[in-house]
């Protein structure tokens, strides 16, 4: 029986927290804040069409603090918190297991969150304190909403796409066939519990998905609008596409030939055909901001600037975009507890 530990109990956290319960094989720890009482209390109901639904489900334990957790060895640490890399680093969140990580180079990180770069932080960490544990990441792409913070709703299809980061430079004490055989592990756990994996070079479906979040979520965030609403206008409609031309751009200059072949220009447009125009759908970074909340700016635009001048790429449509965001940022974090 294997110990998983999971930070961040949203909406992507519980879906899969359930998910590797149900394979049986691990034993779940859940670090949980904001709805630590109600999950203590009460458990998760789960209502999935993909992973079936439960009454009142309870991780093996529910923990409000990080260092709480650090009782024990994992073999997984799950992150499933939002990636404030300008406002809480993942290395800072986990710091209270650093230590116990060092002293397990069998434990795996895993990030599940949006994003470009996300990993940066946490490998360089690692690698500065000597450790060579495989880092993993995911891309989510599931309709999932968490209610009330102890229901979690899943309609339609789930798909996750797994894959392990190499660090940069190399060095010699990272194994391929280690990362491989520890992602396989993971999926093998998610499937086992039902969810639709698929264990692949992650970075070009990272780049796919951050498309939508670049164009649509900062433009609805910058403009208080919905997803109607964007596509409702010509020039901002217009505006979507010219921003995911750039990402696109950047994408294929940092990605190997078979990557950059995934996303050709044509992309773009697949992504604006493929959203409904009717959408009354507010993006996440758009309801954290009205929460007063601070959002996934360097996740989300931050990290695509930075490879963008890594790799010699023009974008001015997102750098305006990342100035005017953190812009807002500025503002959040200034009247923000955290």
């Not at 603090?65 to 809480?88: G, H, M, N, W």
């Not at 798909?159 to 520890?182: D, M, N, W």
């Not at 100035?323 to 503002?331: E, F, H, P």
Request: net charge negative; glycine share 6%; aromatic share 6%.
């Amino acid at each position: 029986m294997q110990d998983i530990c999971l930070i961040g109990f949203g909406a992507i956290g519980a879906l899969y927290a359930f998910a590797l319960d149900k394979s049986s094989q691990v034993r779940v720890t859940v670090v949980c804040r904001s709805n630590f009482d109600a999950i203590q209390a009460d458990g998760l109901e789960v209502i999935s069409e993909r992973l079936g639904d439960c009454t009142s489900w309870y991780p093996y334990r529910v923990l409000r603090t990080v260092q709480e957790a650090t009782d024990r060895p994992y073999s997984f640490v799950i992150c499933a918190f939002k990636s404030l890399l300008d406002v809480q680093p993942t290395a800072s969140i986990l710091a209270p297991m650093l230590d116990n990580i060092e002293r397990s180079p069998d434990t795996a990180i895993v990030l599940l969150q949006n994003g470009i770069g996300i990993e940066d932080d946490i490998q360089n960490t690692l690698t500065s304190r000597g450790c060579n544990n495989v880092v993993i990441s995911g891309c989510a792409w599931v309709d999932t909403t968490l209610i009330g913070g102890k229901t979690v709703v899943q309609r339609g299809k789930e798909r996750l796409v797994l894959g392990y980061h190499r660090p940069k430079g190399h060095t010699g004490q990272f194994s391929e066939e280690r990362a491989q055989s520890t992602l396989d592990v993971l999926c093998t756990l998610l499937r086992s519990g039902g969810a639709h994996v698929e264990s692949a070079s992650v970075d070009a479906a990272r780049w796919r998905k951050v498309l939508w979040n670049a164009s649509f979520s900062t433009l609805c965030t910058l403009s208080r609008t919905r997803v109607c609403d964007v596509l409702a206008v010509p020039q901002s409609r217009q505006a979507l596409v010219d921003i995911m031309l750039e990402v696109l751009s950047v994408a294929r200059a940092c990605l190997p030939e078979d990557g950059a072949a995934l996303l050709p220009d044509s992309v773009a447009q697949d992504v604006i055909n493929n959203e409904n125009p009717k959408s009354v759908f507010k993006p996440s970074m758009l309801v954290d901001l009205e929460a007063g909340r601070p959002i996934e700016v360097e996740a989300i635009v931050g990290g695509i600037v930075k490879r963008a001048k890594e790799v010699g790429v023009n974008i001015p449509r997102l750098e305006i975009i990342y100035a005017s965001l953190l812009l807002v940022q500025r503002t959040l974090v200034s009247s923000s507890s955290l």
